[in-house]
């Protein structure tokens, strides 16, 4: 899930395949830190999955519930609001190719600002 958040490869720093890696993986529990960026719902599900211990490790079918659960409660909210700006964005744009002398400043950056907050929002919302 780290690799998937981050797209890097966990431990890369390490050697890959020494019996280092291994030891500082399994024996010591180590795992790679999550951006601060990172979802706390994210991450709380990551480190339940690297649980040291196997049985307390949640199943497939619980984290499919759990992402379920989080799409309805807290992603569907976020995706119908940006999906509404999005709409309010494309509307101002038709109304400031019909009339451009009516185009200010303010407008321009004012939707600048709504487009990189939504582009940051789904991003944050995907992971």
Not at 47 to 62: L, M
Not at 88 to 101: A, G
Not at 112 to 127: A, D, E, I, K, S
Request: with cysteine.
């Amino acid at each position: 899930m780290w690799e998937l958040y981050t797209g890097q490869v966990a431990f890369n720093d390490l050697v890959t395949g020494s019996a280092k890696v291994l030891q500082t993986i399994i024996n010591d529990g180590v795992r790679p830190q999550f951006p601060d960026s990172a979802p706390s719902w994210y991450v709380t599900l990551a480190s339940r999955c690297w649980a040291g211990t196997p049985k307390n490790r949640p199943g497939f079918r619980r984290i499919v519930a759990q992402l379920q659960a989080l799409e309805k409660t807290t992603l569907a909210p976020v995706l119908q609001q940006d999906t509404e700006q999005a709409q309010q964005q494309q509307q101002t744009v038709l109304q400031q190719q019909e009339h451009p002398e009516q185009v200010t400043q303010q407008q321009q950056r004012s939707a600048q600002q709504c487009v990189g907050h939504q582009q940051q929002q789904q991003q944050q919302t995907l992971w």
